[in-house]
């Protein structure tokens, strides 16, 4: 979930949210510029007072040529702090400075090299293009996030109400994440008060293989949990694959059928991640 870092009320909000990741920016939403410090300030004392002890922290700090992206992250590479969410990626050059400049400040602050991790923001035509090379350029990459207002205004195109003018790209990071082996995370739903029109987008997000989405709202939660969590009777059916699959295995037979469908390599490998997601709910 986004936060205006600058935003008092805001950041003690999503204290008490149910987001599984925060994004406290210092990027767009903090504005006018002299906001910014005021927001690192912000983040800062909320991050080291222990408030948000309980999520994945990642600021979203400023692209490289903003002027402002070192002092982002000087301040608040700081425990409590798990990674940085960097915006505007479009080539893995971008990825490949972020992660040397990391490196740099772990080196200075006595930390461990890789002890802060990078979600890639695409937000461009061109990021959309680069996606898996901006995806494997640093072993710090544990996701990509897609950005769609920005790349619909950097292709000069129209947000049309059926999604038409994003679909490609959205199926493009989706892929590019898989083949890297990161986290695909899809794009904001700007029209937070519309549930229905979240839930549609949520059905295409699980089709196309997103793991996740960014939110702007807490509204917009328990539906995104409900969409990217396996449910109970999925965590059942999961089970009962591979009690099928082993036991056609132990008695020699070619394949194990389930509701009259063969029970082939895939499925096996789709259940065994199922299990694992809903695992890691319970932990």
């Known amino acids: ?30 504005q006018p510029i002299r906001n910014k410090q005021l927001a690192r ?11 948000f002890k309980n999520y994945l922290v990642f600021p ?42 990391l490196e740099t400040i772990e080196y200075e602050k006595g930390l461990s090299v890789g002890t802060f991790k990078i979600i890639a923001l695409i937000e461009t035509a061109a990021g959309v293009l680069n996606a898996q090379s901006i995806a494997q350029a640093s072993k710090r990459v544990v996701s990509l996030a897609f950005g769609c207002e920005d790349f619909v205004t950097d292709l000069e195109g ?63 939660i328990p539906l995104v949990h409900q969409y990217f969590t396996p449910s109970d009777q999925r965590y059942q059916e999961a089970l009962e694959m591979l009690r099928l699959a082993e036991e056609a295995e132990t008695e020699g037979r070619g394949v194990a059928i389930m509701n009259g469908k063969f029970i082939g390599p895939p499925m ?16």
């Open 1 to 30: 979930m986004f936060v205006p870092g600058h935003n008092e009320k805001l950041m003690n909000s999503a204290s008490k949210s149910d987001a599984d990741v925060l994004l406290l920016d210092i990027e767009d939403s903090v």
């Open 41 to 51: 300030d912000l983040v800062y004392s909320c991050v080291t007072n222990g408030n």
């Open 60 to 101: 979203r700090v400023n692209d490289r040529e903003s002027g402002q992206l070192l002092k982002d992250v000087h301040q608040l590479a700081v425990e409590g702090v798990h990674g940085f969410m960097y915006p505007k990626s479009t080539k893995a050059e971008d990825i490949y400075f972020f992660d040397k400049l």
């Open 158 to 220: 129209i947000h049309d109400h059926e999604g038409l003018s994003i679909y490609s790209a959205r199926a493009i990071i989706a892929m590019a994440s898989r083949a890297a082996g990161v986290i695909p995370v899809d794009t904001v739903h700007i029209k937070i008060h519309d549930l229905e029109d979240l839930e549609k987008n949520l059905q295409l997000a699980v089709k196309l293989g997103y793991e996740g989405m960014l939110v702007l709202h807490p509204k917009e």
């Open 268 to 283: 096996i490998k789709t259940a065994k991640k199922i299990i694992e997601k809903y695992n890691l709910t319970k932990k």
